[in-house]
């Protein structure tokens, strides 16, 4: 009797085949996922408000952390100005500044904000986050928080010592002299140090142009706060500052009165915006670095369970590659 062979299984076949079905399963995973959570673009607390729901809302927009770019908050205030719904905003801030254009981009749309609008300052609110408030026509502190830092700063790192410890040598082939000004494998020369001082300068200038019309001070009032100190709620009020001493509740009831509504404040928040296909296979982040935690466990629940029904594969752990490749750990059992 003739020993039956066992048939082998092709591994570029296998791979294929697993492929293919973890495509056509993200197909219909993107369009479902896209409209269970798409829909309207603010939530109510926890909930997402929908289209069908009627009323007057404000609008609390966070903005937090080092302020490198604008896009986010100046998208949610649009948003924000264009729902008839939402009828004032609070800016909630916790950021201890940033970049120099983008908090003016910011300060600019609130500034030019057609809707009333309120700062509210939670622990930090300093260096470009004060420069935003000083575009709000009232600012909210609490007691403790930190606020002001009105100043510019530039940083250089000269690491000359390390490359010739190193025995590594670093040129450059430039256009100008001022081209590689900065560079960190020399000195910066005397010329170089007035050069970038008067760059900062002049955004000081700018800086204190913008807290003196935002916050009403005279020249000499700002000057006399514009060395980087910070300050604390309490003081920055004294300085003229900041204008009330308050909570967000505070700042929510005001801009509440501001906008004439009645009873108890209903607070909407910008909603997660939702990611399809192409965003979910190639790895898109959201506007803070990567993908929220619920999407990433149900992704990896959804293909570790996949993989090990169809293809016998035991999954531990998943990771997604750039090329929208779905690397499954721990091999075959």
Excluded: C
Excluded at 253 to 268: C, F, N, R, S, T
Aim: proline share 3%; net charge positive.
């Amino acid at each position: 009797m003739s020993e039956i062979k066992k048939r082998s299984i092709n591994p570029l076949a296998l791979v294929l085949g697993l492929s293919a079905v973890l495509f056509g399963f993200f197909l219909i995973f993107s369009f479902v996922y896209f409209f269970v959570k798409g829909g309207d673009n603010w939530k109510e607390g926890d909930k997402q408000k929908m289209f069908s729901d009627k009323g007057e809302y404000v609008a609390v927009i966070e903005l937090k952390g080092v302020i490198m770019d604008s896009k986010k908050i100046l998208r949610n205030l649009k948003d924000a100005d264009e729902d008839k719904e939402i009828k004032a905003v609070v800016l909630r801030m916790n950021s201890p500044g940033g970049a120099v254009a983008p908090s003016q981009e910011i300060y600019e749309a609130v500034k030019k904000y057609k809707k009333p609008l309120v700062v509210s300052m939670d622990s930090v609110a300093a260096s470009g986050a004060f420069y935003v408030a000083s575009g709000a026509k009232k600012v909210f502190a609490n007691a403790g928080t930190l606020t002001g830092s009105i100043g510019v700063i530039m940083e250089f790192m000269n690491l000359k010592k390390l490359y010739d410890w190193a025995k590594v040598e670093r040129f450059s082939v430039k256009t100008g002299k001022f081209k590689d000004s900065g560079a960190d494998y020399r000195e910066l020369l005397p010329e170089e140090k007035e050069y970038f001082q008067g760059l900062v300068m002049d955004t000081l200038m700018q800086f204190k142009a913008a807290v003196g019309e935002g916050r009403k001070m005279t020249p000499d009032e700002v000057t006399a706060v514009a060395d980087g100190r910070v300050f604390t709620g309490v003081q920055a009020k004294k300085l003229k500052l900041v204008d009330e001493i308050g909570t967000l509740d505070d700042a929510v009831d005001y801009i509440a009165k501001e906008a004439k509504l009645k009873g108890k404040p209903k607070l909407v928040y910008p909603a997660k915006k939702s990611r399809g296909l192409q965003d979910l296979i190639l790895g898109a982040k959201d506007d803070e670095g990567g993908f929220e935690e619920e999407e990433k466990s149900l992704i990896d629940q959804v293909v570790t369970k996949l993989a090990d029904r169809i293809t016998g594969v035991k999954a531990s752990g998943v990771e997604v590659l750039p090329a929208g490749i779905y690397v499954i750990w721990n091999g075959y059992r």
